[in-house]
């Protein structure tokens, strides 16, 4: 299942998977030193689905649940998103 904003894809699920690839230059969030995902995303998926964040060089790799539960909710223009640091991912 592919997620999309403005007929961009944003991400994929698969198989209890959810993989996204970043530019850090354009996506990672200085102001919580992390990655957001859509609200919308988060809520649709269960808890238990790996989620990895895919940079160039970098993988990050955590799940729905700590999104849930660590992460940090914002609307910074974009429509409600979860922040996780990356430092909370393994």
Known sequence: MNFTWKNKRIGTYKDGEFHKKVNPEKHFMRKYQGYGIDWNIISELPRE?????????????TTIATYQDEGIQDDLGYGKQIFLPTKQFL
């Open 49 to 61: 689905t790996k989620v990895f964040i895919h940079a160039p060089g970098k993988t990050y790799e």
